[in-house]
């Protein structure tokens, strides 16, 4: 049997990682169908956002975090976890809808049906959005990193986030609201969404560079042990 102290600090930060990830991305789905608006006097249009917006950003940093410690194979297995815990959420709150009600219930079906549906409503455009953009985003930080030599931590990241979350906010856009919304105000939620998450990948890249030091103190030898990795795990 494994004693605790058979984990290392590096793995414990992984399963640190993998935890915020997966809450922040089924909050993200959660929220999704949530739409909210607001305006800014320099433009005409109201901003129309998805409330998934606001965990989301999140998962931007400790996917550049666990590419640039833990290699490619190690985003791509946080990234199926998330996909498995988005389908074990669906699964329960599937389920948790055909329970017979209890009439003193603190939550009322209504409630409860509510929150379910929004989900359902969202799985199948948030979940083939999300494993596209991590996948691309994977493949296309490692591009960067290889063309950088190791330099330039906010072009990888940054460069590797716009370019997946375009796909992303398109994606999820057509596949949730295809026949609930024309064409014209689709294409505004998803180039809103998009430029917002544009701006907070630039925004965040303080935090990320915040996260790539706390890291490399907490982990003084991940980033020399993942260069001696076999190349295809490595940039």
Request: proline share 5%; with cysteine.
């Amino acid at each position: 049997m494994l004693n605790w102290n058979d984990f290392d600090r590096s793995h414990k930060v992984y399963a640190w990682m993998a935890a915020i990830f997966v809450i922040c991305l089924v909050i993200a789905d959660l929220t999704g169908a949530m739409l909210f608006s607001f305006r800014l006097p320099f433009l005409k249009d109201p901003v129309l956002l998805s409330a998934g917006i606001i965990p989301f950003p999140v998962t931007f940093i400790l996917t550049d975090l666990l590419n640039e410690f833990y290699g490619k194979e190690g985003a791509r297995f946080v990234t199926w976890i998330g996909f498995g815990m988005c389908f074990l959420t669906f699964l329960l709150l599937s389920v948790g809808s055909l329970l017979p009600v209890d009439p003193g219930t603190f939550i009322p079906r209504p409630v409860f049906m509510t929150i379910a549906t929004q989900y359902t409503g969202m799985f199948i455009a948030s979940i083939t959005a999300y494993l596209i953009g991590q996948m691309l985003d994977i493949q296309v930080f490692h591009i960067f990193r290889s063309i950088t030599k190791h330099k330039f931590i906010w072009l990888r990241a940054t460069g590797s986030t716009v370019i997946s979350q375009l796909f992303d906010s398109v994606i999820v856009t057509v596949i949730a609201f295809w026949g609930q919304m024309q064409m014209s105000d689709m294409f505004r939620l998803a180039m809103g969404n998009y430029t917002w998450k544009f701006l907070i990948a630039v925004g965040i890249t303080p935090l990320l560079y915040l996260g790539h030091i706390l890291l490399k103190k907490l982990m003084p030898r991940q980033e020399a042990l993942l260069e001696t990795l076999e190349p295809e795990y490595r940039a």
